[in-house]
């Protein structure tokens, strides 16, 4: 099974920051990466897929990059609504494993 | 719009069954792949099982095969997990989600359902 880990597990923020998040995952996935947004409660909403592209609806705020095994999420500014936590998915081959998530705390 | 709908969470012992439900409305369920994900509280997600929009292809997770099958009925736009040989690590919310071809990521997700395994 591919491993994917996340960095950090925690991150505490202000309104305003810019924020970058990394995955990384045990073999190269070219660029089958996805990333998640959840808020307590909720289903998991897509924010990227393929590694760079933003989902329809998604604040163009987010982005993402990467190929291989060595992926970010970057909020360029974060907004009040973004505090949630992020999980990224590789979508190479099944199992579909997650990394183990970013919870964006409020500073 | 797009739209799923699980149902048939609930309480169960240990080595018991439980059929869960997705109810799919806004768009061509068969043309899409589908997939369940789970939750237990207060941890990650899990990629449970996936299956191909006739359903001729389906795929587990080591931790449930054998004792989980997915199955959909194209006619009535559902999707289903049959869940048996439950255990107390199956405690998770349960989500069904849409499966698209632009890096197989899962575009819409349904509320979720809870199971709870426990005597």
């Known amino acids: 099974d591919i491993q994917m880990t996340q960095s950090p597990s925690s991150l505490s923020a202000s309104v305003g920051d810019r924020v970058t998040i990394t995955c990384r995952a045990s073999q190269s996935i070219s660029t089958y990466l996805n990333w998640y947004q959840q808020k307590p409660g909720k289903a998991p909403k897509l924010l990227i897929y393929?590694?760079?592209n933003l989902q329809s609806g998604v604040p163009s705020r987010f982005s993402g990059s990467g190929s291989g095994t060595d992926f970010t999420l970057t909020i360029s500014s974060l907004q009040p609504e973004d505090f949630a936590t992020y999980f990224c998915?590789?979508?190479?081959?099944?199992?579909?494993?997650f990394g183990q998530g970013t919870k964006l705390e409020i500073k | 719009e797009v739209q799923l709908l699980e149902s048939g969470g609930g309480l169960v012992q240990p080595g018991g069954s439980l059929r869960l439900s997705c109810a799919a409305s806004g768009f061509s369920f068969s043309s899409y792949a589908m997939t369940w994900v789970r939750q237990a509280p207060g941890k990650g997600l899990e990629w449970v099982s996936g299956?191909?929009?006739?359903?001729?292809?389906?795929y587990y997770a080591d931790s449930v095969k054998g004792r989980f099958t997915i199955s959909r009925d194209n006619s009535k736009n559902t999707l289903f997990l049959q869940m048996n040989s439950l255990r107390a690590e199956d405690t998770a919310v349960y989500y069904c989600a849409r499966r698209v071809v632009p890096a197989h990521s899962f575009d819409y997700w349904g509320q979720g359902t809870l199971v709870t395994v426990s005597s």
């Open positions: 998915q590789q979508s190479y081959s099944t199992p579909y494993t």
């Open positions: 299956i191909s929009g006739v359903g001729g292809s389906t």
């Open positions: 393929a590694a760079a």
